[in-house]
């Protein structure tokens, strides 16, 4: 059970995104509708983790990533999901280029409608590791320049990469590709030399993506 | 570029302060008035004589040389030298005229020596300076040498008994073949000078009106620049309007339909979730699962749509992440090299729909296997340019899209040109001033 706060401005929702999460067995201490309420919401409460959208007033731009940022900053070992209208990589890279990375999750919002998959997201989320959406790593992964590290991955390798990077686990992985769980460690290792990441670091799995990302940031 | 200019109120042909000045003749040749304009002229024909004499000679030479090249830049270089010379005609005019002449050119501060001389060859105020220019010496410098040496002949006069009374003994002969006698007969030749004078002073007003009407004519704006102004104007509004009716759309998508979309998909979701712990549900639990993907599918499209209308990544990141999300979708490859800081965001919608409309038609009509786009600010503009390795032969003219981006390009004072041989490559090239 996870003690979370909610920020969200729409209020169809807001209730709805409650009602799941209390479903999926959490508890939601403060649903909130716009950046500066959820600040100090979760300064007054404490909570396990925040889940909050992108877009909310005043100015309706980034300002929910931009409180998770600020968030992050003063407690950089809170968990935050980040829920977004936007594939844009921008957004991920803005959000996942920090000093860690460790605890942070970048979904699209159509993902709430897969609830298990979501909830399951969240939980990695909490225990510390990173989430990216599936879509928003194959958008990085489907225009490759030729010189970038992801460019010598295999279709198969990069099938992998981004069920890695959305929170599987080898176990889930193996079951979502139809191989073996040996498989996917093989896959995984290739994917680690391939592109020159110490597979023993702990959440090595989205390493990957995110080397890609910071390489996006320096370009931008 | 959206402030407004107030616009000159046009009936008829606007006063000369030189003319309206001669119609109290008392008062005009009691003022500075025929001082003035004998300054103007004096001064005209100290220009005006070396200028004929460089244009004589770069024209003369141009034209001959102009088969080795030498001599089209000759001639290139005496069109363009009329323009710093008009600059100077418009500051000289206010030693006869209060009212300013507007410089007719458009701005281009920043630019590169290349870039202005393409744009000014391509002004017709250009050209009217040039033929300001050609006038100024055989029939501006001419005249106001004549009404000078009227005027030397008329102090002359007007000087002589002190004249008859400085070189006496000696005799001065005002007409041929008659001695003065002395300084009291002498003013007589007074007389005639004053009135000489009066001439040289008319003369000279009329002269120096004359040179104001068709400085303003030359070296002004034209009455219809006025009315394309005030069209460019009200085509900004619309743009504005255009714009922020976008943005609208957009916040409306975003707030009602694509939440609903959103909110819809998790309640299917839920719904599933309950159905799949009841086994003889099978059936619902698969159709629940089939209306939550055609959720998802509708979400995606949505998604697409709000983007063509509003790039939301543009507003938060600017234009090199806004580039380079269309470059990661595009279904040709596209290198992405820009370095730009954030800029005002008439100048960024511009950009980015210039570049998202010319990957629109690389991947459309050229074949190209590779598009680059390359963008950097140099002082205060900004150039981009869109290469595809494709087949060329693009009609600039064919696309409406072009059309619409040039014209949003003209609005921000910028240029585009589209450049594309057969056998391309296809090159489109825009330069945006930053200040929008």
Partial sequence: MLRLILAEDSVLLRAGLTELLTRGGHQVLAAVGSAEELVRAVEAQRPDAVVTDVRMPPDFRDEGLRAALELRSRDSSLPVLVLSQYVATAYATQLLTGASAAGLGYLLKDRVGEVAEFLDALQQVAEGRTVIDPEVVRVLLSRQSEQRPLARLTPREREVLTLMASGLNNQALAARLFITEAAVVKHASSIFMKLDLDATEGNRRVLAVLAHLSGQEAEA | ?436
């Fill in chain 2, 1 to 436: 570029m959206s402030d407004s200019l107030p616009l000159p109120e046009r009936d008829g042909p606007a006063p000369v302060a030189v003319l309206t000045a001669i119609r109290r003749p008392l008062r005009f040749l009691g003022s500075w008035w025929p001082w003035r304009c004998w300054a103007y002229l004096g001064s005209g024909f100290l220009i005006g004589y070396p200028v004929l004499i460089a244009l004589v000679v770069l024209l003369g030479l141009g034209v001959a040389l102009a088969v080795v090249g030498i001599g089209l830049l000759m001639l290139v270089g005496a069109v363009a030298a009329g323009v710093p010379l008009a600059a100077l005609e418009r500051w000289r005019l206010r030693c006869v005229e209060p009212v300013p002449v507007p410089d007719p050119h458009t701005s281009l501060a920043g630019a590169g020596p290349a870039a202005w001389l393409r744009t000014r060859l391509r002004e017709r105020a250009t050209w009217r300076e040039f033929a300001y220019a050609t006038l100024l010496g055989p029939v501006f410098g001419a005249a106001g040498f004549a009404v000078i040496a009227l005027l030397a002949f008329a102090l002359i006069l007007v000087a002589t008994p002190v004249i008859v009374w400085a070189i006496a003994p000696d005799h001065v002969m005002l007409i041929p073949g008659r001695q003065v006698s002395g300084p009291l007969e002498a003013l007589g030749g007074t007389a005639v000078g004053l009135v000489a004078m009066t001439v040289a002073a008319y003369a000279g007003a009329l002269l120096a009106g004359a040179q104001v009407r068709t400085a303003r004519l030359l070296l002004g704006p034209r009455v219809e620049a006025d009315r394309i102004l005030e069209l460019t104007r009200s085509r900004v509004r619309l743009v504005d309007a255009f714009e922020a009716e976008r943005r609208r759309i957009e916040r409306d998508l975003h707030d009602g339909a694509q939440q609903q979309l959103v909110a819809l998909s998790m309640t299917l979701g839920l719904a599933e979730l309950e159905l799949r712990g009841i086994p003889q549900a099978a059936g619902a639990a698969a159709l629940v699962a089939r209306g939550r993907g055609e959720a998802k599918v509708a979400l995606e499209q949505l998604r697409d749509l709000v983007r063509g209308i509003h790039p939301q990544v543009l507003t938060d990141h600017g234009l090199a992440a806004a580039v380079a999300e269309v470059a990661l979708r595009h279904p040709v490859p596209v290198s992405v090299d820009l370095d730009v800081p954030r800029l005002a965001e008439s100048v960024e919608i511009t950009a980015y729909f210039t570049v998202t409309e010319a990957l629109a038609n690389a991947a459309k009509h050229s074949g190209a296997s590779h598009v680059a786009v390359v963008g950097k600010v140099e002082g205060d503009r900004l150039t981009l340019t869109v290469t595809d390795d494709g087949r060329g032969g693009a009609d600039p003219g064919a696309g409406a899209g072009l059309a619409g981006l040039a014209d949003r390009v003209a609005m921000l004072k910028g240029r585009l040109v589209v450049s594309s041989p057969v056998g391309g490559p296809t090159r489109l090239r825009v330069e945006v001033p930053c200040s929008g």
